[in-house]
């Protein structure tokens, strides 16, 4: 059973950064991808960013591509979001989540079975 929490969500202003991490306990961290999705206000919950167990694959979606950095720490059994030049539209609850067993990496939410409680990130315009 994998339990995932995060933490570093908050307020900024557009144009600035924010990190956020999650840390994953339970089963084999290192042996599965990690991915983070987000939802905002009366929108779906949509994909952001993967990465592979060994952390050399890294997938992202096109909203967030060269913005946002996703990075792991198996000896941790944490995964991280880095997020730099943020705006409006990034505004939303991040989660970080753990795939179904079988599967890699993937877009669809539905191919995650462990979430996180969500971090809220607000960036003012």
């Known amino acids: 059973q994998v339990q995932l929490v995060e933490s570093g969500g908050g307020l900024v202003q557009a144009g600035g950064s924010l990190r956020l991490s999650c840390t994953a306990s339970g089963r084999t961290f290192s042996s599965y991808s990690m991915a983070w999705f987000r939802q905002a206000t009366g929108k779906e919950r949509e994909f952001v960013a993967a990465?592979?167990?060994?952390?050399?694959?890294?997938y992202y979606a096109d909203s967030v591509k060269g913005r946002f950095t996703i990075a792991r720490d198996n000896a941790k059994n944490t995964v991280a979001l880095q997020m730099n030049s943020l705006k409006p539209e990034d505004t939303a609850i991040y989660y970080c989540v753990a795939p179904k067993r079988g599967i890699i990496v993937s877009v669809s939410e539905n191919d995650y079975d462990r979430w996180g409680q969500g971090t809220q990130v607000t960036v003012s315009s």
């Open positions: 990465i592979r167990w060994s952390g050399n694959n890294t």
